[in-house]
Nanobody, 124 residues
């Protein structure tokens, strides 16, 4: 059974940094993983996805500010969020799907596996 465990998040002032971590368990093979977010009244959107072949896709809104890293041994995905803006305020979810990113690239993303989410609040 696939399980995604998220940690991190919290409150920070604009310009600050936060780190989110996601540990995946239960996958028998390779997987696409990513971080997604959903603000109240808005659709869920992909923040960054990490594909099986190493392809990384960042949303334009976070390019140059957010950095994703993956640990294959620990099956974990870490998102370093820098220069945070109030518009980054949202629930952040870790998502995963087997093998390649397909559902991750849909609008809205339709991952088969989701974590419970962690709240990020950025104050101005």
């Amino acid at each position: 059974q696939v399980h995604l465990e998220e940690s991190g998040g919290g409150s920070v002032q604009a310009g600050g940094s936060l780190t989110l971590s996601c540990v995946a368990s239960g996958f028998s093979g390779t997987a696409c993983m990513g971080w997604f977010r959903q603000a109240p009244g808005k659709e869920r959107e992909a923040v960054v996805t990490f594909d099986t072949d190493g392809t990384t896709r960042y949303a334009d809104s976070v390019k140059g500010r957010f950095i994703i890293s993956e640990d294959n041994v620990k099956n974990s995905l870490t998102l370093q969020m820098n220069r945070l803006k109030p518009e980054d305020t949202s629930m952040y979810y870790c998502g995963a799907e087997a093998v390649y990113c397909l559902a991750a690239l849909r609008s809205p993303p339709d991952m088969p596996y989701w974590g419970e989410g962690t709240l990020v609040t950025v104050s101005s």
